[in-house]
């Protein structure tokens, strides 16, 4: 099961989680964009990643609630690191 948010530029990421199987229920479609970085690479290696965090931080505390409310014992839970409310999740 996937747990989040897409944007409105994310009916390809919703097909493709289709495709793959992805139980897709707990996904919320917003008006905002998707997130994305840009990652550059100086010469020395050196990054820099600017980041817009897009759908996934625009998520509601309530709406989190709401989806984790039927996890249970022994379920593994992965947060990426731009999403919202990690701590209410944890």
Not at 2 to 30: N, P, S, T
Not at 45 to 73: H, K, R, V, Y
Request: proline fraction near 1%; charge should be negative; aromatic fraction near 6%.
């Amino acid at each position: 099961m996937h747990l989040g948010a897409v944007g409105r530029d994310g009916d390809w990421l919703l097909e493709r989680l289709e495709c793959l199987g992805v139980e897709r229920d707990a996904i919320v479609y917003l008006s905002c964009a998707l997130g994305h970085a840009i990652t550059t690479v100086a010469a020395d290696g050196d990054n820099a990643i600017t980041l817009f965090s897009g759908a996934n931080t625009a998520m509601s505390e309530a709406q989190l609630t709401q989806w984790l409310a039927p996890i249970g014992a022994g379920d593994w839970l992965v947060m990426q690191n731009e999403t919202a409310h990690q701590l209410h999740v944890a």
